[in-house]
């Protein structure tokens, strides 16, 4: 295969970058254009080592007004943006067939018999769960320029093109980079739940909506052509659910009217794209050859197909126009709206084998196909709704209750007496809230989301999921609030262990939650428990954070099978890896055995949306990537470690989490150094999302966020909470005598393995020398030993891997996502230098004073280095 930078590639590039400088020529002028052309050749050269074109760069954005900082900000996060575009639409061209490819090689050498292919295929259960991200700044419309100039650069290298055709396509590349030029790419305002909702749903329309049967359709013609194996018309291995508008907690704006409008408003537009396509299909099948039982269901028509699919098309019309009736104000009448998926899916079913049973299956498996898929995969719902919220607050509830009834404070309580109650009203069957109960409004809000939960579809929501879930009783208290709000369907309720001492206590909690018999019988042999990959790491660093999510998940898997119980992992996985990110490969072949055996549920953070599934191409891509190592790692499942392995991977968890600890919770230097070395209290104050950057608004370096804890460090490009006391502990056990040992583990077992190699890609990313710059110009004189201790220990850090992976270079596996990252590093040179200037000039102002471009260029800064690592918080 071709370097990822090949001719073909570079020269997109350049072309993107010339016509956006041609852009910001004819708004600016050719002085604007020759100038910021002189800051991206400084910046180049001043990432290749020279020292004088970065002095240039320094004393150039010194001398700038702050509107001359914001047009070079938007400039370079623009260049960064089309580059990435470009890079994307080019690797998802090569590739999206190569994880499928790969699949399929693995099989035929294992001499695997179509019926365990069939078997395995028929496990196939993925939740992709998308969720809303802080430091996602993008708006929706420029998401909408960016896919239709995807789709430009899909055509313009076509030879047989015309010069005619050739033309259009560059003024129409021309004509999106101008209209992207132009348009406020940073909202002004911070983005309510809502917005962020329809962010999501844009994704579903402009790319998955189409994505998803055509990989289904490429995945079925692979196994009919290799194992004569035909993947079910109705088969949906690929589902999503979404956070968007459900997930409160910490955030004061999710309500329970927030979760309602956003269950409608996707339902709305669920409605729309299946207007579309049943119009589309009523359109097609205009045949009158069909089976008897459609004749039978069609009456004596000429069309019966139309005839069928008529009153689905005003279903789902009267749905789409009804609901935005209801939000306007306007009379609706919401028994005309479509109800269930089964109403859609019972006469597309009929209609695709009366085809079948004329002869006419090229045209059953075509467009009615694709639709048929659409609604298993989305469905009348679009997506499922989770619910989160803190455990914390549904205990609030339960003790104001208990004291309004004199029975005791229920916060008070122990952990048995807790239980005891629980099961007791779980069990009743007069209720439990009395009706002259005034709640405080905290309360009141939380019983609120009950009864949404309650008024609407089941098939509408995905699973309640429990922060800070610490005790049996944690979940149980759930599932007797939804019980009293009228909630009658068994909706899962998944605790999330998200600290080092909760995924240690995990197995504990869970085995007395399984022994309660009526839980058993709640939980119908089916049972969710989510893994918190980010705020385990923020506590622990990221080697002991790892280790006891593994640990975890194994006894969790033992533990299902002692109960009987099919055991779906929720994993709580970011963008980066300091939250737990790492390539969907590595990171589904490093789980314990027998951890996919429920199904594979993972959050999709916002920014990586986007690079996964914001483009029809790279969604395939992604979803080959998925199913390929999900089955896989069922049918080649990792080995167990060895009793020697545990032991050193316990040793060097325990190492590191004493390093990293030493450093964050125990230097007393430490926190005043974060404040004032990266942008962490600027990032707080920018309305760079819905949800606040801390759980308590009044809290320290413990309550902030584990998404913008890690932005601030990525945006200085020292990444610390990625890699901070991992290679130490390493090398403390590797220095014990277990050097060969540590090799077997390297080479054998794929969870060692993939540590090392998120190693790799951080240390990429990272760059002590950006780092320096930012220490040089904003931390004071009393604090830089600091920073550059911790410089030091990455480069030692660095070295040591090198070293351990036999690498003479970082990356050295991988030298397209190497020569990547250094394409992009040259970009952003000069945002960093600018970003510095940025942070100095906002620190200069009072405290209560405000100035809108510094604001403005700031966000675009942030943007635009996050745009450029290719991954944020």
Known sequence: MQSHYDAQLKDTVRYLGKTLGETIKAQLGNDWLEKIEKIRLDGRASYQGDTDCGSSL???????????????????????????????????????????????????????????????????????????????VFRRTLIHKHKELAVCLKSIHHEQLTDTERKRLETRIADLISQAWHTEEIRSVRPTPVDEARWGFSVIENSLWEAVPEFLRDLDERLQQDYNVALPIDAAPIHFSSWMGGDRDGNPFVTAKVTEEVLLLARRRAAKLLTIDLDRLQVELSMNLCNDELKARAGEQLEPYRAILRPLVKRCADTRDGIADFFNGRPYDASTWIQDNDELLEPLMLCYQSLCDCGLETTANGMLLDTIRRVKCFGIHLLRLDVRQDSQRHADVLAELTRYLGLGDYGQWSEADKQAFLLRELSSKRPLFPRAWQPSEDVQEVLDTCKVIANHSRHGFGIYIISMASEASDVMAVQLLLQEMGVDWPMPVAPLFETLDDLNNSPTVMRKLLSVDWYRGYIQGKQFVMIGYSDSAKDAGAIAAGWAQYESQEALVALAEEFDVTLTLFHGRGGTIGRGGLPAHAAIHSQPPGSLDGGFRVTEQGETIRYKFGMPLLAKRSLGIYTSAIIEAMLFPPPAPKDEWRELMKAMAAKGRDFYRGVVRQDPEFVPYFRVATPEQELGKLPLGSRPAKRKPTGGIESLRAIPWIFAWAQTRLVLPAWLGSMRAIDAVRKDGNEEALKEMLENWPFFKSRLSMLDMVFQKADPRISEEYDDRLVPEELKHFGAALRAELKEAIALLLEING???????????????????????????????????????????????????????????????????
């Open 58 to 136: 320094k004393e150039t954005f010194k001398t700038m007004s702050d509107s001359e900082l914001l047009v070079v900000a938007r400039a370079f996060a623009q260049f960064l943006n089309l580059g990435n575009i470009a890079e994307q639409e080019y690797n998802a061209g090569l590739d999206v067939e190569a994880s499928i490819d790969s699949l399929f090689e693995h099989l035929d050498k294992a001499e695997l018999s179509a019926l365990e292919v069939e078997e395995a295929v028929a496990k196939l259960d993925i939740d992709l769960v998308l969720t809303a991200h802080p430091t996602e």
């Open 807 to 873: 690498q003479e270079t970082i990356m050295e596996s991988d030298p397209q996502g190497r020569e990547s990252m250094n394409i992009r590093a040259a970009y952003l040179e000069p945002l960093h230098y600018l970003q510095i200037e940025l942070l100095s000039r906002i620190r200069q102002l009072d405290e209560d004073e405000h100035d809108a471009n510094l604001d403005k260029a700031m966000m675009v800064a942030i943007s635009g280095i996050a745009i450029g690592m290719r991954n944020t918080g």
